[in-house]
């Protein structure tokens, strides 16, 4: 397997400071963070031998430097049913993206594995100049964006902090279930957050990292969409 420091210098001799999504979900795959399986297609053709090995339900994204985020360029389509639903959505991809970004390099289309909805949260690492790496933990949507329900610690975060980092935000009631809702896995959290926590305690030329979001299920948790940004 591609190595994490391995990946970091590959984008360092590309000029790049933000890694691709398949580069940092393979960084994360290193740390043990649950991630969406997938692979990077280079024709429509691969992308639906991928799509038949992976299984269907599937996401497709794009996969470019140039762009961050890639819903903003139609860029995600997700939901695929069929070969020939995944065939449509490549070239509608490449078509959004050239109409939206036409310079934009590209380096393919992500297949991914869809994961089911369910509660979403959000787990970050932010360096600091003064404290180092802060680890940061809420949940998704509204939570974080509108509300700034957040809640830091810096690394590295023992068990005992990752729990109070998940208990202390204001939105905690939802994560022990409300209406339809099961239970979240808070130990599948837990965890995210301590491999997390070593990932960038380990490597020091992160600067910022987003797990936005992670699907957390009565048992386990999955993270859809993952962006590293080095030094
Ligand atoms: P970006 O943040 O760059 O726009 P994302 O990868 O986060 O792109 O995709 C946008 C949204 O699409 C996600 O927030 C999520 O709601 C949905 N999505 C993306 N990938 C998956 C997946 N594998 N399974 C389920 N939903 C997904
Ligand atoms: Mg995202």
Redo the contacts with the bound molecule.
Sequence with gaps: MVKAAEIFAKARRENRKSLL?PEAKTVCIEYGIPV?SFKVAKTEKDAVEYAKGIGYPV?L?IVSPDI?????VGG?I?NLKSAEEVQNAYAQILKNVKKHEPKAKITGVLV????P?STEVIIGAVKDPQFGQALMFGLGGIFVEVLKDVTFRIAPITDDEAHEMITEVKAYPLLKGYRNTPPADIDAIIKILLSTSNLVTEHEEIKELDL??VMVYKKGAKT??ARIILE
């Design positions: 999504e969406t996401v994204k961050i985020h890639k819903s903003d995600v997700v991914q594995e869809m994961a909805s936005n979001p859809v969409d």
